[in-house]
Protein backbone atom coordinates (compact mmCIF):
# COMPACT_ATOMS: atom_id res chain seq x y z
CA UNK A 1 0.00 0.00 0.00
CA UNK A 2 1.05 3.46 -1.05
CA UNK A 3 -1.11 5.52 0.95
CA UNK A 4 -4.59 6.01 2.26
CA UNK A 5 -5.91 7.61 -0.87
CA UNK A 6 -9.76 8.26 0.40
CA UNK A 7 -12.18 7.65 3.10
CA UNK A 8 -15.69 7.01 2.14
CA UNK A 9 -18.68 8.42 4.10
CA UNK A 10 -22.17 6.88 3.38
CA UNK A 11 -24.66 9.61 3.15
CA UNK A 12 -28.59 9.69 3.11
CA UNK A 13 -28.55 12.81 1.24
CA UNK A 14 -25.32 14.15 -0.98
CA UNK A 15 -26.56 17.94 -1.04
CA UNK A 16 -27.10 18.13 2.11
CA UNK A 17 -23.66 16.38 3.28
CA UNK A 18 -21.73 18.52 0.24
CA UNK A 19 -23.21 21.90 2.04
CA UNK A 20 -21.91 20.23 5.61
CA UNK A 21 -18.28 19.50 4.74
CA UNK A 22 -17.94 22.40 2.39
CA UNK A 23 -18.71 24.39 5.79
CA UNK A 24 -16.52 22.59 7.68
CA UNK A 25 -13.55 21.88 5.21
CA UNK A 26 -13.36 25.62 3.76
CA UNK A 27 -13.78 24.22 0.31
CA UNK A 28 -16.51 22.92 -2.57
CA UNK A 29 -16.11 19.40 -3.72
CA UNK A 30 -13.97 18.87 -7.29
CA UNK A 31 -15.91 16.75 -8.66
CA UNK A 32 -19.18 14.52 -8.16
CA UNK A 33 -20.08 12.02 -10.27
CA UNK A 34 -22.23 8.64 -10.87
CA UNK A 35 -21.24 5.36 -10.51
CA UNK A 36 -24.21 3.37 -12.49
CA UNK A 37 -22.68 -0.34 -11.26
CA UNK A 38 -22.43 0.72 -7.51
CA UNK A 39 -25.67 2.46 -7.38
CA UNK A 40 -24.07 5.50 -5.97
CA UNK A 41 -23.26 9.28 -6.43
CA UNK A 42 -20.29 10.46 -5.30
CA UNK A 43 -18.78 14.24 -4.87
CA UNK A 44 -15.19 14.00 -3.67
CA UNK A 45 -13.19 16.93 -1.12
CA UNK A 46 -9.61 17.15 -0.35
CA UNK A 47 -7.96 18.27 2.55
CA UNK A 48 -4.36 17.83 3.39
CA UNK A 49 -3.81 15.62 0.74
CA UNK A 50 -5.85 13.10 1.72
CA UNK A 51 -9.84 12.33 -0.07
CA UNK A 52 -12.72 12.52 1.16
CA UNK A 53 -15.83 10.70 -0.59
CA UNK A 54 -19.06 11.55 -0.16
CA UNK A 55 -21.72 8.79 -1.86
CA UNK A 56 -25.02 8.19 -1.54
CA UNK A 57 -27.52 5.34 -2.93
CA UNK A 58 -29.20 5.90 -6.17
CA UNK A 59 -31.15 3.14 -6.39
CA UNK A 60 -32.78 1.23 -3.05
CA UNK A 61 -30.05 -2.65 -3.72
CA UNK A 62 -27.20 -0.15 -3.84
CA UNK A 63 -24.18 -1.40 -1.15
CA UNK A 64 -24.58 2.33 0.18
CA UNK A 65 -28.23 1.70 0.75
CA UNK A 66 -27.72 -1.71 2.15
CA UNK A 67 -25.06 0.20 5.01
CA UNK A 68 -27.02 3.15 5.77
CA UNK A 69 -29.92 0.70 6.61
CA UNK A 70 -28.11 -1.36 8.64
CA UNK A 71 -25.59 1.39 10.71
CA UNK A 72 -27.04 4.68 9.93
CA UNK A 73 -24.65 7.25 8.05
CA UNK A 74 -21.23 7.45 8.95
CA UNK A 75 -17.68 6.28 7.78
CA UNK A 76 -18.27 3.24 4.93
CA UNK A 77 -14.59 2.51 3.69
CA UNK A 78 -10.56 3.68 3.71
CA UNK A 79 -9.64 3.29 0.48
CA UNK A 80 -5.54 2.49 -0.37
CA UNK A 81 -3.45 3.87 -3.30
CA UNK A 82 -1.53 0.82 -4.72
CA UNK A 83 0.60 0.33 -7.79
CA UNK A 84 -1.43 -2.93 -8.89
CA UNK A 85 -4.86 -4.08 -8.10
CA UNK A 86 -4.88 -7.66 -9.79
CA UNK A 87 -1.48 -7.95 -7.46
CA UNK A 88 -2.93 -7.14 -4.58
CA UNK A 89 -6.26 -9.23 -4.90
CA UNK A 90 -3.49 -12.19 -5.50
CA UNK A 91 -1.21 -11.20 -2.42
CA UNK A 92 -4.54 -10.85 0.04
CA UNK A 93 -6.15 -13.85 -1.05
CA UNK A 94 -3.14 -15.78 -0.75
CA UNK A 95 -2.43 -14.31 2.60
CA UNK A 96 -5.87 -15.16 3.96
CA UNK A 97 -8.13 -12.48 3.56
CA UNK A 98 -11.27 -12.44 1.82
CA UNK A 99 -12.02 -10.69 -0.62
CA UNK A 100 -15.26 -9.28 -2.18
CA UNK A 101 -14.20 -8.85 -6.04
CA UNK A 102 -11.87 -10.92 -7.17
CA UNK A 103 -11.00 -8.73 -10.52
CA UNK A 104 -10.67 -4.99 -10.05
CA UNK A 105 -14.00 -2.96 -11.16
CA UNK A 106 -14.28 0.54 -12.63
CA UNK A 107 -14.71 2.90 -9.46
CA UNK A 108 -15.32 6.20 -9.20
CA UNK A 109 -12.58 9.11 -9.40
CA UNK A 110 -10.71 7.09 -12.72
CA UNK A 111 -10.02 4.65 -10.32
CA UNK A 112 -9.77 0.65 -10.67
CA UNK A 113 -11.28 -0.81 -7.10
CA UNK A 114 -11.27 -3.84 -5.35
CA UNK A 115 -13.03 -4.24 -1.82
CA UNK A 116 -11.84 -6.59 1.14
CA UNK A 117 -14.61 -8.06 3.31
CA UNK A 118 -15.22 -6.26 6.67
CA UNK A 119 -14.69 -10.02 8.32
CA UNK A 120 -10.96 -10.57 7.34
CA UNK A 121 -10.21 -6.89 8.07
CA UNK A 122 -11.84 -6.19 11.93
CA UNK A 123 -15.15 -5.02 10.84
CA UNK A 124 -13.63 -1.94 8.16
CA UNK A 125 -14.26 -2.11 4.57
CA UNK A 126 -11.49 -1.67 2.70
CA UNK A 127 -10.80 -1.31 -0.77
CA UNK A 128 -7.42 -0.94 -2.75
CA UNK A 129 -7.22 1.34 -5.97
CA UNK A 130 -5.05 2.40 -8.68
CA UNK A 131 -5.89 4.89 -11.26
CA UNK A 132 -6.86 3.66 -14.44
CA UNK A 133 -4.76 3.80 -17.48
CA UNK A 134 -6.83 6.26 -20.68
Known sequence: MRKLEHIGIAVKDLEQA??????LLGSAPYKT????SEGVRTSFFEVGGVKIELLEATRPDSPIATFIEKRGEGIHHLA??????????TQFSADGFSMIHQKP???ADNKKIAFLHPKSTNGVLVEICEDRQS
Open 80 to 89: FDVASVEEKI
Open 18 to 23: NALFQR
Open 105 to 107: KDG
Open 33 to 36: EVVE
